[in-house]
């Protein structure tokens, strides 16, 4: 009887309309790779079922595997996972973590079937939403991350907490393509465990393709990072990308301190085309030996960096690369709002509205953006001096402060550092 009841309110606070705890920079919805070609929806919020234990999840997953099933799965609850969950060939399904949920498995062992948590061969549009994830902490064993994607299409990772996976918190290999990664808060909090022979610090956040071996990888693992955030002790691979076309944007980096330096940030690995974008830098401390927040492999590759807070303005290309730059707006299908790098800290880290699992009940539906239509696009103000954009409100014609703009046009006001507003009026289709 209670799980009918908290169906029924959830399903309920799908249909509302508001905006409760959603910043207005939140599209709501799987912008970027995830929305090129079919745009990911998941179980389109249908066959609601809610899980609170193990046995629950694996028999809803079992449901689901060689896509015989489209399924809505929110977790409720600390759940304990002992045994990865691996279920091949699952298409169209959706799994929420409701406020205060977490699955977590704190194994340490030499079988990678015994630690992490979603190993998803073959999956085909779907959605993890509001998820906390707790592993075990850093551990070179391969195949043991938070969420492994291997071979999946179109995926949309939002508003996650993924912490201590053990080999990584979240990685994609073997032909993944069209994934969007949002409003996602990556940790190390656990010290790193350590094996003879192997890593003695494995904090490798996530790793975008496993090999330079793997030609047939050329072509895919096309992803968009938008609104995440490298939290405390996130070592390397924030991400690490080989070949595929991947857009970083308004990401904030604050992985390395003083006493825990990381290795690097972002990995510009074998045939990425990269374009970084509008990301705050500042926060976070890295050690010597490498180009200040990159490593790069001096392979073939390319590499955009625009707008971000701690890095200039650059391009560069790898040994032997000789193709145009990688612009995601080149393409016309490709959406993805956004706003100056100098609001990144303020807005990504937000607890009640900012990166990982900050969405209440009203706010889990896969409603995607289509209602937010095409934008003229909102520009940081150019003004002399040395003040910079501290804030954004938009307004609709009759002055009255709304979430996002409004079909038609609406006044985007800029708040200075100051003190002074700058205005503008945009139109959106």
């Known amino acids: 009887m209670r799980k009918f009841f908290v169906i029924a309110a959830i399903m309920v606070a799908a249909s509302m309309e508001i905006h409760a705890q959603l910043s207005p920079f939140d599209e709501n919805g799987p912008v970027g790779w995830a929305s090129i070609g079919m745009k990911c929806t998941g179980s389109g919020d249908i066959n609601p079922v809610v899980v609170t234990t193990e046995e629950e999840i694996r028999a809803a997953l079992q449901k689901c595997k060689g896509g015989k099933e489209s399924m809505t799965i929110y977790v409720s609850g600390d759940i304990e996972i002992k045994e990865k969950l691996r279920y091949d060939k699952v298409k169209n399904v959706t799994i929420y973590g409701l406020p205060g949920s977490s699955l977590y498995n704190r194994n340490h062992n030499d079988n990678a079937d015994y630690a992490g948590f979603f190993y998803c061969q073959n999956w085909e549009n779907c959605i993890f939403r509001n998820l906390t994830l707790l592993g075990a902490g850093a551990y070179d064993i391969s195949a043991c991350d938070n969420i492994q994607l291997v071979e999946s ?70 992803a968009t990072f938008v609104n995440c955030w490298w939290y405390h002790g996130c070592g390397q691979r924030c991400p690490r990308i080989r070949f595929g076309n991947v857009h970083i944007a308004n990401c904030l980096w604050e992985n390395g301190t003083e006493d825990d330096p990381a290795q690097y940030c972002i990995g510009v690995g074998h045939q990425s085309d990269m374009y970084v974008e509008n990301g705050d830098f500042s926060g976070t401390v890295v050690t010597g030996g490498h180009l200040k927040y990159y490593l790069t492999d001096k392979n073939i590759y390319n590499l955009t960096v625009v707008g971000c807070i701690g890095e200039p303005d650059r391009q560069e290309k790898g040994k032997g690369y000789t193709g145009d730059y990688y612009i995601p707006y080149d393409d016309p299908n490709y959406h993805c709002r956004v706003y100056p790098a100098e609001l990144v800290k303020e807005i990504v880290s937000d607890p009640e509205t900012g990166a990982g699992a900050t969405l209440d009940e009203n706010l889990l539906t896969s409603r995607g953006n289509d209602h937010y239509g095409e934008y003229s696009g909102v520009n940081a103000p150019v003004v002399d001096g040395a003040a910079r954009v501290v804030g954004i409100k938009y307004y609709n014609m009759a002055g009255v402060m709304i979430d996002c703009p409004e079909k038609g046009f609406s006044i985007v006001e800029f708040q200075m550092s100051d003190g002074s507003k700058v205005t503008q009026k945009i139109y959106t289709k």
């Open 153 to 222: 299409k179109n995926i949309w990772i939002d508003h996650c907490d993924i912490q201590d996976g053990v080999d990584g918190n979240l990685d994609a290999k073997t032909k993944s393509d069209n994934i969007t990664v949002s409003w996602c808060k990556f940790s190390y909090l656990i010290a790193p465990w350590s094996r003879p022979g192997e890593s003695d610090d494995h904090r490798c956040s996530s790793m975008w393709g496993s090999s330079d071996n793997r030609g047939d990888d050329e072509g895919y693992l096309n």
